[in-house]
T-cell receptor, first 112, second 114 residues
Framework: GNSVTQMEGPVTLSEEAFLTINCTYT??????LFWYVQYPGEGLQLLLK???ADDKGSNKGFEATYRKETTSFHLEKGSVQVSDSAVYFC???????????WGAGTKLIIKP | DTAVSQTPKYLVTQMGNDKSIKCEQN?????MYWYKQDSKKFLKIMFS???????INETVPNRFSPKSPDKAHLNLHINSLELGDSAVYFC?????????????FGPGTRLLVL
């Protein structure tokens, strides 16, 4: 079945550091891929998405590229801020099953 | 204007009680969901409705019963609450059921069973 694996957290970085959170997936067909972010005490919100291979999603300085050859959708940001501290979820949705399949979430802590 | 709202935000209750959580979306979406998030932040889909029809009914105890009176509302009733039901429950909605849809989440209901 479809699945999403993302790196375990917490990931702790200093402000202005480069961020990568790894996400790999297993799916049949051509899924859509998503990154959602959950700030402390809030619900999840879409950060970015990509719906076909080689697409790049971007938002708020974050980027992720849909790599079918490596079945990956790694999240990157060039210079993180304290306000980026949150839990980040990778997810996929396929034509065979429209519900989102979620990764376990990665907690990101940015220290000033 | 809140897109997806849930009430109550916090719910503290005793084991064995019955409680309900309400969800409303004003986005005009056709599909609504209930998720459970445990203390390790793991998300589990519980139910999904599309145009008031139940389409996803994951393996959850039958003490949990969803109800969708109309497209904009999806409520969750829980009977005979147990300690293990303590979690954050999120309601979400999406425009339709396709693989490209974004889900919009409510702020969550933090349930603590004592």
């Amino acid at each position: 079945g479809n699945s999403v694996t993302q790196m375990e957290g917490p990931v702790t970085l200093s402000e202005e550091a480069f961020l990568t959170i790894n996400c790999t997936y297993t799916a049949t067909g051509y899924p859509s891929l998503f990154w959602y972010v959950q700030y402390p005490g809030e619900g999840l919100q879409l950060l970015l998405k990509a719906t076909k291979a080689d697409d790049k999603g971007s938002n708020k300085g974050f980027e992720a590229t849909y790599r079918k050859e490596t079945t990956s959708f790694h999240l990157e940001k060039g210079s993180v801020q304290v306000s980026d501290s949150a839990v980040y979820f990778c997810a996929l949705s396929s034509d065979s099953n429209y519900q989102l399949i979620w990764g376990a979430g990665t907690k990101l802590i940015i220290k000033p | 204007d809140t897109a997806v709202s849930q009430t109550p935000k916090y719910l503290v209750t005793q084991m064995g009680n019955d409680k309900s959580i309400k969800c409303e979306q004003n986005l005009g979406h056709d599909t609504m969901y209930w998720y459970k998030q445990d203390s390790k932040k793991f998300l589990k889909i519980m139910f999904s409705y599309n145009n008031k029809e139940l389409i996803i009914n994951e393996t959850v105890p039958n003490r949990f019963s969803p109800k969708s009176p109309d497209k904009a509302h999806l409520n969750l009733h829980i009977n005979s609450l147990e300690l293990g039901d303590s979690a954050v429950y999120f309601c979400a909605s999406s425009q339709a059921r396709t693989r490209v849809e974004t889900q919009y989440f409510g702020p969550g209901t933090r349930l603590l069973v004592l």
